[in-house]
């Protein structure tokens, strides 16, 4: 597939492209107790940060997925939503994950 990334090494084993960007998979504790912590409902940062998501969405999935994370971090400072930064950080790696592996295999 065209503008896909390897994803095994030059040994023909399998490479995380997280790990190979040097990102620790672990939630580091400092973001686990900010975790914890409540953000204050703010409109004015949350239709920023829409307003950026709407932005960047385009057609390749790249935007779209950069789209969607900043959309979900609006999230984090509208009190109808339950999200935390751990919840996101996870869920983008899972994604990050499933791209790298070339889709969800059904």
Do not use: C, W
């Amino acid at each position: 597939m065209s503008g896909q990334h390897e994803a095994d090494d030059e040994s023909g084993e399998h490479v995380d492209p997280l790990d190979a960007a040097g990102v620790d998979p672990v939630v580091p504790e400092s973001a686990a107790d900010a975790a914890g912590e409540a953000f204050a409902e703010d409109d004015e940062v949350r239709a920023f940060l829409r307003e950026i998501a709407g932005d960047v969405r385009g057609d390749s999935s790249e935007s779209k997925q950069l789209s969607a994370i900043l959309y979900r971090v609006s999230d984090l400072y509208d009190p109808d939503e339950q999200t935390s930064p751990e919840e996101i950080y996870l869920n983008v790696r899972h994604i990050m994950q499933i791209k790298a592996q070339g889709g969800i295999e059904r």
